[in-house]
Nanobody, 118 residues
Framework: QVQLVESGGGSVQPGGSLRLSCTAS????????VGWYRQAPGKQREFVVN???????NYADFVKGRFTISRDNIKNTVYLQMNRLKPEDTAVYYC????????????WGQGTQVTVSS
C-alpha cells in the first residue's frame, strides 16, 4: 500500500508564503497523477491543483498566479509553493495520488494544517 506524508503546513500572516511537500513511499511514483485538495471547517473538500505523470498542471481559479505545483520523481515528492496567502486559504491540505490508467490505485495523505490570519 502506498503511503503519502504531507509536511510544511503552519501559521502565517496574510500575504505570507508556505511550501507544502507530499512524499510517497515505494517505487513507480512517476506513473502517478498527484493533486492537492483542501478542506475548511464546515465545508466539503475541494480541488486546488494537480500535476500529471507527464508534468501537465491544472489550477483552481482561486489559486492561479499565487500557487505553483512541481514534482521531483527521484525524491518521490510533489511540492506546492503558496504565495500571497489569504485568510480564505485556511484549511487542511491533503495530497492525493492516482495511478495513471488504473483508478483502483488511489491514495490520500493525512493532511497538513494551513492557517492564515492576522
Amino acid at each position: 500500500q502506498v503511503q503519502l506524508v504531507e509536511s510544511g503546513g503552519g501559521s502565517v500572516q496574510p500575504g505570507g508564503s508556505l511550501r507544502l511537500s507530499c512524499t510517497a513511499s515505494g517505487s513507480g511514483f512517476n506513473n502517478y497523477d498527484v493533486g492537492w485538495y483542501r478542506q475548511a471547517p464546515g465545508k466539503q473538500r475541494e480541488f486546488v491543483v494537480n500535476i500529471t505523470h507527464g508534468g501537465g498542471t491544472n489550477y483552481a481559479d482561486f489559486v492561479k498566479g499565487r500557487f505553483t505545483i512541481s514534482r521531483d520523481n527521484i525524491k518521490n515528492t510533489v511540492y506546492l509553493q503558496m504565495n500571497r496567502l489569504k485568510p480564505e486559504d485556511t484549511a487542511v491540505y491533503y495530497c492525493n495520488a492516482a495511478l495513471y490508467g488504473n483508478s483502483r490505485y488511489t491514495y490520500w495523505g493525512q493532511g497538513t494544517q494551513v492557517t492564515v490570519s492576522s
